[in-house]
């Protein structure tokens, strides 16, 4: 059953048209990569599902729901979260705080509460920070809790945001271009990652320039060109796609005029 579903999505910004008539699904439980050149509009497609825009026409529906003029923190907490292509963290405050943040959403008490610090208050924070510390260790970056975002290489960096988002309690995370500016030890950590969040039963969807991660990591691909959908299918099809192979070819910057698989 799909979880995720875009329903011929346009974006236009004045005369661009980034996102075009774009229809795909994404199945409970599965991990799906989106895919194409640079500019082609992938993130234009992520920030259309997490609400930081919204479409011109079509529809995008998240369990049946539609989520088009929903806030964006209204659809996390419908339980869609997300990273950022350019990393978005608290860099002067310490890694668990960064999560903390990702934690508030699930938070229920008012500003009343927060202000005498009520006992369903401290509840709360206690179970934050016990949320906190699960998603720090399933990362990997507990023994990092105490320092500063800033302190952290940009591949943990990356891990950093992933944690923060499986903080929120998602469906669905919706990562962009986690590997940007990993090694390839990091790389590969990260692949176990996305396999790791993949097996607790959390739907995965993904932005990579890395076809190998990609390749690896996603059991579906939608490819798209200019704002249009221009392939969908497993990596193997897509890998062997003539119309794939030519947009990559096409575009040198993204590839060096190599086969993007
Ligand atoms: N807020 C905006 N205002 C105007 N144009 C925009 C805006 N956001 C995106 N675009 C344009 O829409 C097109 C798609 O951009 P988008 O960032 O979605 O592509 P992308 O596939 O994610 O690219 P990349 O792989 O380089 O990150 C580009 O031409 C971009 O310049």
Not at 38 to 67: C, H, M, Q, W
Not at 138 to 156: E, I, R
């Amino acid at each position: 059953m799909s979880l995720l579903s875009l329903d011929k999505v346009v974006k236009t910004f004045g005369g661009l048209t980034a996102v075009n008539r774009v229809s795909f699904s994404v199945d409970a439980g599965a991990v799906v990569g989106l895919i194409g050149p640079n500019g082609a509009g992938k993130t234009t497609v992520f920030n259309l599902i997490t609400g930081n825009y919204t479409p011109d026409t079509g529809d995008i529906f998240f369990e049946g729901r539609s989520v088009k003029g929903k806030k964006p923190h209204k659809i996390v907490e419908m339980g869609i979260a997300r990273t950022f292509q350019s990393i978005r963290l608290f860099q002067n405050m310490p890694v668990v705080e960064n999560v903390l943040a990702g934690c508030h959403c699930r938070m229920g008490a008012g500003i009343f509460a927060s202000m005498v610090r009520t006992p369903g208050q401290r509840r709360e924070e206690k179970e934050a920070l016990e949320t906190a510390r699960q998603v720090l260790e399933f990362v990997g970056l507990w023994d990092y809790a105490g320092l500063p975002a800033s302190s952290l290489s940009y591949g943990k960096q990356r891990l950093l945001e992933i944690a923060r988002a499986l903080a929120s309690f998602p469906r669905i995370i919706i990562l962009d271009e986690p590997a940007g500016g990993m090694n390839d030890q990091e790389t590969a950590e990260l692949l176990r990652l996305i396999r790791e969040i993949s097996r607790k039963g959390i739907t995965v969807l993904l932005i990579e320039h890395d076809m190998g991660l990609v390749m690896r990591a996603c059991e579906k691909l939608v490819v798209i060109e200019y704002g249009t959908k221009i392939a969908e299918g497993s990596p193997e099809d897509i890998k062997n796609n003539p119309r794939v192979i030519e947009a990559y070819l096409g575009s040198d910057e993204d590839t060096g005029g190599e086969d993007p698989c």
